[in-house]
């Protein structure tokens, strides 16, 4: 609960690691202060060193409003051709206000799959969720939509 | 013993190219890692912390799962095909454990 | 309301009152005595006062149900047995205003832990909380 | 009235409680009328309340049932924990001790113009007020293959009596190794912690007899009441037993198939040796054949008075209602019950008017010695109900205090039906 992942990891770390299969015990061990609300764009630029565009190319879709935060439904999607020249790589999805701000990182296949995704997530509390898409060319698209819960998810 | 019961929708045949719906979800706890019982101690992490699937061994959509995914992971995606063959439905477990559905699509 | 209030503090039994009670508490007490429970007589004369009183009271309310007290005691009534019996969920007859007021404003601020306690407590002023003290010590009368 | 002497309070007062000794000084008073139709918990607790809070007042109480088995604790005995008989009311208490006449029959037609009702042996009764309770209707149309006639080899087991028996016998028998299936209705409906509490429960009893069956819940929602509780204890209690599928991924039940007990979804067919099938719900058939339930398929209510916002003079209380955030619960009908009986006692005698206190409290039991709780105020806002606070218990509870829980449920399972039923 009082724990929370180091802001100061390289978009290395945040965006791969876990494809190697090593998502980090060491990091849930390590604390930090939650960031400000509503600075999203200072969040992902310390978590991955580079600066995010707000971008409607990316829909998150999440109630506003939910009555617990133990299992609150999101839809992703990108507008992307999907090619080889033109897709999305990966997209992360971040609550900055739960104890661990990662949530899940989606990886899409050019012409093999479709950047669109639902799932269902813990929120701590209420807060901006944020989802930012890394494309082919390395250019890292953000969005981030208020969803308020009644409970806390994440105990 | 517990078995984590996958459960993956997926139509048996697409036409060639056509975009379809894969629904997945595995009953699993999910334990965070943040909770402590009731003497106080840590309860360990154990997520479900990867899922991947592949057509015919080539990877073709995966998600890394953090602690605040929802127990009774339920994730829903969007694959093309061109060829008929082999999808496989992998979980990977904090642990080792490894959870497999296999299913076979035909595309004409 | 506030005066409405000093006046049931001050209010108790008359003598008619009592007579009626006790008529009540004939048939009462029979039951009582039927479900096996190990009762004193003297807890059971206790007993079927209370409910009779509950019962007159709710009546006698009428002419001074700008008190409220009747009503705010029917909610604890869904919970609490107001004819003395008791179990997990601790009788909140015998307890003196003071006591009970204690309590309420205990559960409040979360002193004591209930959080059934606590809903009720947050969802009665002050004064509230008084009246139904109030009105719950005169059933033990 | 104001006047009377004390001496003639006491005596009213010991007619009401004794009717036996004087129902006739009753007689003599010119008095309000009003008729509670329906004898559950809202019922009953209106008769009771408006019977005990102004002795002006002739309650009569229409209720074909001669007692009343509740819905709540019944999962207790589908999981051989307590018999039927224990969690069966009957209404002499409200007759002997309130004075209130009950009449065991139904009320087929009602006169809102002339203010009387038609009992079904024939005679009418004139009214001032009268009170509906008539609980939830079960929506058969929106399950293909499920009907009134399927419930007697497919039960839905969500009034307690025969059904739950039939449920019971069925489980009963039973082979080790087997699959109940359990078909959750959609939002909103009677008790929403109680499928996920059968399920607990009955995992409990397959857990002593039936160790090798398993429970599969179709559900028609995403998410469900208290669902982190009801996860964290079915790990705990009973790991790998019981298995909860969305409609998000089924794609909702399509229709049932009595004769091969299998339901079919949206994307499979499940076949299972028991099957609970707990239907879609709307308001009881009296509330929907009088006029009292709009196109939601519940009874609109004025939120302190419970008056119908459809037929002036005719109140509607618990499951029936659409009472903004006061879900469908027994406690919420004796709550909203207290303040109706309030608020008319109030009307008619002319006193005044105390805005009503609202309030849910639930107690769920994960297995017999692991219970939560949940308390919620409301109050009256914006021409509906609001909730105030909302209080649960935490995943992370001691087991001592899941079991005192579990303790206080009992106790407070039996002041509560003595606050109902006398």
Known sequence: MEKTRPLGFTRRTVLTAAVAGSTGFASAALTSSPPPNGDAVDLVKRLTGKTPTASDRLHLVMPQVFPNGYTVPLTLLIDSPMTESDHVRRVSVLAPRNPLVEVATFHFVPQRSEPRVSTRIRLAEPQYVLAVAEMNDGTLLMTETWVEVATNGCK | MFTPAPRVQVPSAAANGEVFPVKTLISHQMETGLRHDDQGNAIPRKILNKFICRHNDVVVFSVDLHEAIAANPFIEFYLRATESGRLEFVWEEDGGGIYVLEHHLTVA | ?141 | MKSRTRREFGRLTGGLALAALGPQLAASETKARVVVVGGGIGGATAAKYLAASARTIEVTLVEPKPNYTTCFFSNLYLAGLCSLESLTHGYETLAQRYGINVIHDSVTAVDPVAKTLELKSGPKLPYDRVVVAPGIAFNYDALAGYDEAATQAIPNAWNAGPQTQLLRRQLESMEDGGVFLLVAPPDPFRCPPAPYERASLVAYYFKQYKPHSRILILDAKDSFNAQDLFLDAWERHYRGMIEWLPAQFTGGVKAIDVKERSVRTASDTFKAAVVNVIPPQMAGQFAQQIGLVDQSGWCPVDPTTFESKLQPGTHVVGDATNAGDMPKSAFVANSQAKACAFAIAATLTGSERVPPHLFNTCYTFLSPDDAVSNAVSFKPAAGTIKIVDNFVSQVQESAETRHRTAREAHSWYAAFTRDTFG
């Open chain 3, 1 to 141: 309301m506030a005066a409405a209030s000093m006046c049931w503090s001050t209010t108790s039994l008359s003598l008619n009152d009592v007579v009626v009670i006790r008529a009540m508490s004939k048939g009462i007490g029979d039951r009582k005595f039927r479900d096996g429970a190990g009762l004193s007589m003297r807890k059971m004369i206790a007993v079927s006062i209370a409910v009779g009183s509950f019962i007159l009271l709710a009546d006698r309310s009428q002419a001074a149900n700008r008190d409220g007290g009747t009503q705010l005691a029917a909610m604890c009534a869904s919970c609490h047995r107001l004819d003395g019996g008791d179990g997990g969920i601790p009788t909140i007859l015998g307890m003196g205003p003071e006591m009970l007021t204690r309590a309420m404003l205990a559960y409040r601020s979360r002193e004591r832990p209930s959080h059934i306690m606590r809903a009720i407590a947050l969802s009665l002023s002050d004064e509230e909380i008084a009246t139904v003290a109030r009105y719950l010590a005169t059933l033990n009368k």
